[in-house]
């Protein structure tokens, strides 16, 4: 039986950073039976659901009467890909936050990150001073397993997908650079001063959350922009039907449109004949 799209279905959905998150989600929807197609959104957190009917059925309301089953499916599918499913306007209606609101860890690291940079500024001066290996473990750890729990989180949630972001990479990198750094220190012998990496590790991780952070405030703008054109809106549309014109909330007309049902076989046959006699005609000298 032909399919035609009923219902579209909207889920808010939260732990993506990359396009990658996108791919996977969409992934994870489309093989959910049911489902014609399932697009992402990573600016909105949110992803739309079209959904199949057979044509000539029951209406969509009667055809999708198990919509919430559905929709708990689709959610399910979400959280199994490693992200947590939200209410479809989550983020558009979260009260607007402070300009700096989620800059305290970036601070913090960038505190605990500048002792370790120091070295390699002064080392253009001519001056050649280490901090010992303890202080830059002390300095270190922090940054690479507090501040970087977040990359840890997300990675081994791509992992048990089988699949790879780019917190996994950070936190692979990372954590490589600050395990060699241990090694090393550990094993050098007494007196020696090893070179150590925990500034790259440390730095590292900063400047991915400094982007990060950067990041959410752009996808603020874009949100107030996106609810300022919603504020636009019209909450009622004029119908015009069979009993004259009567006002509907917009919503209901636009759900209540029908869906066009593909060409049968007799359309697509008469529509390719009269484009051959227009290209006939076209083709036809003049006999000038």
Known sequence: MDQVTALSIDIGIGGMTCASCVARVERALNKVP?????????????????????????????????????????????????????????????????RWAGFAPIALGLALSAPLVLP?????????????????????????????????????????????????????GTTAGWALSVWLWLTAAPGAMPHLYFEGSALVVTLVLLGKWLEAGAKRQTTSAIRALHALRPEVAHLLGPDGEVDVPAEEAMSSMPTPAPCSRMARKVASTSSRRRAALITQPSGL
């Open 34 to 98: 049911g489902v014609a197609q399932a697009t992402v959104n990573l600016a909105t957190e949110s992803a739309r659901v079209q959904l199949l009917a057979p044509t000539g059925g029951p209406a969509p309301t009667q055809t999708h009467q198990g919509s919430a089953s559905m929709d708990a499916r689709l959610r399910r599918a979400v959280r199994d890909a490693g992200y947590e499913p939200r209410a479809a306007d989550t983020l558009m209606d979260a009260p607007e936050p402070s």
């Open 120 to 172: 390699m500024l002064l080392e253009l001066l001519g001056v050649h001073w280490m901090l010992p290996a303890t202080w830059q473990f002390v300095l270190a750890t922090p940054v690479q397993f507090v501040l970087g729990a977040r990359f840890y989180k997300a990675g081994w949630s791509a992992l048990k997908n089988f699949s790879g972001n780019m917190d996994l990479l950070v936190a692979m």
